[in-house]
């Protein structure tokens, strides 16, 4: 009668573990590949805000010196019209004396009016300047805040991934993926949107 079982258990339990440790680190692998490639993700949509909240502010400054152009200019028309109205004085002085007024009085006021509707002009197309730049800025804001979204996506999902691999929970990853794929649509969407 034999003692106990011919199976060399140590032969067993080595090709068990051998086992387990190819598929634990066929997981591993899988986890490593897909949160490099989510990193790799993130630092590209985290160039990508950077880039477009920098454009963005360069947009603001520019709709800010236009708005200083402009308000120079509406004051520059309101001087104009301040001088205007001055010879405008001048001239209702004469005529309250009976007097006729000197001719250079009526051709300054109309040289000062012209020069008034070039001011406004000038200004106007200053403000509308303004305006498109402040416009085009906003889209590009509203174009970071996509961007930063994914790459906030992005981070979790590496964290989940780095969860998966310490734990080597499948479910887990599964989870850091979908979450990839999120980050993946709202950078797609922001990118080409």
């Known amino acids: 009668m034999p003692e106990g079982p011919e199976i060399d ?60 152009e402009a308000s120079n200019q509406w004051a520059y028309y309101q001087a104009k019209g301040i001088k205007a109205a001055v010879q405008e004085a001048s001239r209702a002085i004469w005529l309250a004396s009976g007097k006729t ?27 509308q300047e303004r305006d498109a730049k ?23 999902a590496i964290a989940l991934g780095a969860v998966a691999a310490l734990t080597r929970n499948r479910l887990v990853w599964l989870g850091s993926l979908l979450l990839g794929v999120v980050g993946v649509a709202f950078l797609a969407v922001t990118h080409f949107g």
Request: charged content about 25%.
């Open 9 to 68: 258990t140590d032969k067993l339990h080595e090709t068990i573990h051998d086992q387990l440790e190819r598929e634990g680190g066929a997981l591993l692998r899988k986890i490593a590949l897909t949160t490099a490639l989510l990193a790799a993700l993130a630092a590209i949509a985290a160039l990508r805000a950077g880039a477009t909240v920098n454009e963005a502010l360069v947009l603001k400054t520019e709709a800010a010196r236009l708005q200083a």
């Open 134 to 156: 402040s416009v085009e800025a906003d889209h590009l804001m509203h174009r970071h805040h996509g961007f930063a979204e994914s790459v906030a996506f992005f981070q979790v």
């Open 101 to 127: 007024p000197p001719k250079e009085i009526e051709e300054t006021t109309k040289r000062y009016a012209a020069q008034q509707a070039e001011i406004q002009k000038e200004a106007q197309t200053r403000e």
